[in-house]
Structure formats: C-alpha cells, structure tokens
C-alpha cells in the first residue's frame, strides 16, 4: 500500500473548487452587497468584497442562478469564505462551470430571454 499524497493547496477543504470569477450579491439581515464570486465548490465559496461580514454571519450568496443560504466561515480583508448549509447540486457546479467558461455567451442569452421594459 502507497502513501496517498494531495498536490496543491487544499487547506480544510475536502472538494477542489472551481475557478469563477463571477459577478454575485450577498444578502444579510442588514444589508445587501455587490460581490465577486472568486472560486466555488459543492460545498462553499470565497468572495471578493468591500465589506465581508464578521464571522458567523448567516447570508444568502445569489450567483449564476445559484441562491445558496451559508455562514461566513472566515474574512480577512477583503475577501471571505462562505460555508453552504446544503451542499450545491452537481447541475448546479456544471452551470456554474459553463457560465464561468462561456460568459459573453451566457451574458447574451440573459439578455434575449428578458422581457424589454423599457420600450
């Protein structure tokens, strides 16, 4: 029997996540924020924003089709890592995937597929 060896930088986590990069809004019983979606697994993700919220803080990511409830798991400047309370779906993580690779094409689709309030 070999010994099981992991590459990279993995931290606690027990999922690689995924490289998004994705614009995305955090909801708090206080305030809602614009934020960047940085990286996303089943499990979690790291934010990007002014203001992270102190640790413990329940919210409310919404990204890519994703409304995902969590806890802030730790902040350190302007970044912090948000635990989902049930893990995302694999369609979803695809989703996010395709959205993440294909973003002028998911921009245009969103745009077809809604109504033009302003005519």
Known sequence: ?????????????????LQAGLAASLVMPDRTTSCKVENVSRLGCRLQLAEPPRVGAT???????VE????????????????????LGLEQVERIRWIAEHASEHETETLTGTPAVWR
């Open 1 to 17: 029997m070999g010994i099981q060896r992991t590459f990279g930088k993995l931290g606690n986590r027990s999922m690689n996540r």
């Open 59 to 65: 919210t409310l990511a919404r990204f890519a089709e």
């Open 68 to 87: 995902a409830l969590g806890t802030i798991s730790w902040a350190r400047g302007e970044r912090c890592g948000v635990k989902f309370a049930q893990p």
